[in-house]
């Protein structure tokens, strides 16, 4: 059974910075394309960041810049490091992993964490 368990968020003043954490247990983050999304209140679910099999990297151009993936694979562990955060960054924020290793189709993510609040007051 794939277990996704998110860590790191918080509330933050504009500028500041978070790190979330994203431990897996019944899957190997090595294989496959791995992601960060967020969704805000009344608004729709985006990806913000994806690292493929091989470590390449994606991200949506409102965060591209200041957010980092990253993943250790011999802690099966994902990463996202968020600098300069902005009050539009808050939402709550989500690890997921695919069942493809490359290219990362925004639509093939099966596997969700629980989600962790990131809150960015002006």
């Known amino acids: 059974q794939v277990q996704l368990v998110e860590s790191g968020g918080g509330s933050v003043q504009a500028g500041g910075s978070l790190r979330l954490s994203c431990a897996a247990s019944?899957?190997?983050?090595?294989?496959?394309?791995m992601g960060w999304f967020r969704q805000a209140p009344g608004k729709e679910r985006e990806r913000v960041a994806a690292?493929?099999?091989?470590?390449?990297?994606s991200y949506a151009d409102s965060v591209k810049g200041r957010f980092t993936i990253s993943k250790d694979n011999a802690k099966n562990t994902l990463y996202l490091q968020m600098n300069s955060l902005k009050p539009e960054d808050t939402a709550m924020y989500y690890c997921?992993?695919?069942?493809?290793?490359?290219?990362?189709?925004?639509?093939?993510?099966?596997?969700w964490g629980q989600g962790t609040q990131v809150t960015v007051s002006s």
């Open positions: 997921a992993a695919s069942i493809t290793a490359w290219l990362c189709p925004p639509d093939e993510y099966v596997y």
């Open positions: 019944g899957y190997t983050y090595s294989s496959y394309c």
């Open positions: 690292i493929d099999s091989d470590g390449s990297t």
